[in-house]
């Protein structure tokens, strides 16, 4: 089989991890459906299926795809190291990892191994040539790109900037093989922790929570050798946020606690902001409205204590949604079991989005679509269905998986409301 992974069009489906292209692609080089079927360890049916356009979203699918046609994983997005290969990803279960993590990252935080035997991480790539010294420049130059590339996710979603924030992960660890001082090489690990950190974000909003628990854990061990406790806080809480996304804020909850060790020694009062959100978030979404409550009323003291403060470019953003977006998210929470909740939900919601920040259009989308429902939910219809619909019509130009399923709640809620609303829930299922 002959097959030129590296052509312009080719490269850009497997960017996208567009599959359905993927194939299309291959059978116009010549290779049957049938023989990619065996390829790949799919029935014809289920590729034909994708030939006509179903989406693949499981990572074990799409290793399975880059194994078997022998497409480099990287083209694809996916972790070329070993904890990613072979039969050790089918066995390990979610609890599983969510544990190892837990004790990899207590043991980096405390310094020692008290939550388990801390597994080794996947050493970097010494295949990449090195300057002989690296200086401020090269340090400049690396944040810049972060920056750079955090930017274009913030505006256009993970699965725009992932790929090329990827290409970046191996250059800026070989970095670190280079000659250069004491305090340059801090400043770089600190600069490469953030990297890994937005590469962590990335493949989180693609939905793929093993590549982002890599790149958070590589993110942790970077910033604990740049002696920055704020960013090991801020990257516990990264790892918990993924958590409550599956559903499971509970074992998020573990890390926001540890996450309040580092934060402590930081003294940076926007990392207590930040750990209060999230330990807030994770009580509402167990129902436990008295504790989500104080701790969002915490959070509101601490972020008044920020405003003033000078903050890490990666912080920046989050601190940009202030408190009214977390007062609205964790009575959203609350009322999908206690509908008192909805009032002061619609009211941190509305001011959140009327406060929205340019530039961080996810985020903003992602408070509209809450707003929307919230309005549908309380019967303002006619509204909720215009926010909707604006919430949908610029959600369609950011490719975020993430986006897109938090607005599936969005779109069960508009069915209940005419055709319109139908229209509208099919839209929503699309994108």
């Known amino acids: 089989m002959i097959v030129d992974w590296d052509a312009p069009a080719m490269r850009r489906a497997l960017a996208r991890q567009d599959i359905s292209t993927v194939y299309r692609l291959v059978r116009d080089a010549g290779v049957s459906q049938r023989r990619i079927a065996d390829l790949v360890g799919q029935r014809p049916s289920e590729v034909c299926e994708i030939l006509s356009g179903r989406e693949v979203h499981s990572y074990r699918l799409l290793a399975r795809i880059a194994d078997g046609l022998g497409i480099p994983r990287t083209y694809l997005g996916l972790a070329d190291v070993p904890q990613y290969r072979g039969e050790e990803v089918d066995e390990e279960d979610e609890a599983v990892k969510r544990r190892q993590f837990l004790a990899n990252a207590a043991a980096i935080i405390v310094g020692e191994a008290v939550l388990g035997d801390p597994a080794a991480c996947a050493a970097p790539s010494t295949d990449i040539a090195v300057p002989g010294r690296v200086g401020v420049a090269e340090v400049q130059r690396l944040r810049a790109t972060t920056v750079a590339l955090r930017q274009l996710d913030h505006r256009h979603g993970g699965g725009a900037a992932r790929f090329a924030a990827e290409a970046q992960v191996s250059v800026s660890e070989a970095l ?28 989180f909003d693609c939905l793929m929570p093993d590549q982002a628990r890599h790149h958070f854990l590589r993110a942790l061990e970077h910033a604990k050798q740049a002696e920055d406790p704020a960013h090991c806080a801020f990257l516990l809480c990264r790892v918990g946020h993924i958590y409550m996304g599956n559903d499971a804020p509970d074992e998020a909850l573990k890390l926001f606690q540890l996450a309040e060790l580092p934060a402590a020694e930081s003294g940076v009062n926007a990392i207590n902001f930040v750990t209060s959100c999230y330990q807030a978030r994770a009580y509402s979404e167990m129902g436990q409205a008295e504790r989500a409550l104080s701790l969002t009323g915490r959070s509101e003291d601490s972020y ?89 019509d610029r959600a369609e130009r950011v490719d975020s998986k993430r986006l897109n399923q938090w607005l599936r709640v969005l779109g069960t809620e508009a069915r209940r409301h005419g055709s319109d609303g139908r229209d509208l829930a099919v839209a929503i299922s699309r994108l």
């Open 304 to 392: 008044v204590d920020t405003i003033a403060d000078d903050v890490p470019e990666w912080l920046g953003y989050f601190r940009a949604g202030g408190a009214d977006t977390v007062r609205g998210n964790v009575c959203f929470a609350l009322s999908n079991t206690m509908p008192e909740y909805a009032p002061m939900a619609l009211e941190g919601m509305r001011a959140a989005v009327n406060a929205h920040k340019a530039g961080l259009e996810r985020g903003n989308l992602m408070d509209l679509g809450t707003l929307a429902t919230l309005h549908l939910r309380s019967g303002n219809v006619d509204h909720g269905l215009r926010l909707a619909a604006t919430t949908v």
């Open 176 to 203: 670190l093989r280079a000659s250069m001082t004491d305090e340059i090489r801090k400043d770089l690990h600190g600069a490469v922790a953030d990297l890994h950190n937005a590469v962590g974000l990335m493949s």
